[in-house]
């Protein structure tokens, strides 16, 4: 999948494998799993088909990705969706860990979620944690939409922190990535360019 970093992913139309990479891999597979069999029928997620030592298998899910509708022209619908599903997910008492229309499929005719992928950062936390992971997404990969990021917040069924404790969620986060890339290739690509982003973020001003 052209939007993943921290695994490999390949399907043949029916079946999707996820293979994980870098530090912690077999704990983030864990996650991944349990959560999934824990929110189906809850919420959209992928069905579980089968689990090895170093892979999860899923059934294939249809739709668009969230990031190319954005491309498309539907980031208004596209918000509003994930914020819609944002607050379902945190009334369930779950922060995703990687929110945003980067790990979302949509039915591109109505813009309803079909799936929301890559559960394997999921924990207990704070909900500042995924709204600002999802404005971070906006701001980095598609800033000409930073305007509309109104839509997600007021879609949203609960309480917006300010920007300035969002911006600390968001800078928390990359803090991490860089930490998780410095411990899996020391001076790598990785390391270099989650530094880079946690200048750029630190530097942002609402």
Not at 174 to 202: N, S
Request: proline share 5%; aromatic share 10%.
């Amino acid at each position: 999948m052209k939007h993943g970093y921290t695994n490999s992913t390949f399907g043949d139309g029916a079946l999707v494998v996820k293979c994980y990479q870098g530090p912690e891999a077999a704990f983030r597979l864990s996650t991944e799993s349990r959560y999934l069999r824990r929110l189906r029928g809850r919420i959209p997620v992928p069905r579980v088909h089968k689990i090895t030592a170093d892979s999860l298998t899923t059934r294939f899910v249809s739709g668009e990705h969230g990031q190319d509708l954005l491309d498309d022209g539907h980031a208004v619908e596209v918000l509003t969706e994930c914020g819609r599903i944002l607050g379902g997910i945190h009334r369930l008492g779950i922060v995703h860990g990687d929110y945003g229309p980067q790990n979302m499929l949509f039915d591109p005719a109505t813009f309803r979620t079909t799936a929301i992928l890559d559960w394997e950062w999921a924990h207990p936390g704070r909900p500042v944690e995924d709204l600002a992971w999802c404005e971070w997404i906006i701001r980095s990969h598609h800033p000409e939409h930073v305007p509309l990021l109104e839509h997600f917040f007021a879609a949203y069924d609960g309480f917006v922190p300010d920007w300035t404790e969002r911006q600390a969620a968001m800078v928390a986060r990359c803090r991490a990535l860089l930490d998780f890339c410095a411990r899996w290739e020391p001076g790598g690509d990785g390391e270099k360019l989650w530094l880079h982003r946690l200048d750029t973020t630190t530097a942002w001003s609402e």
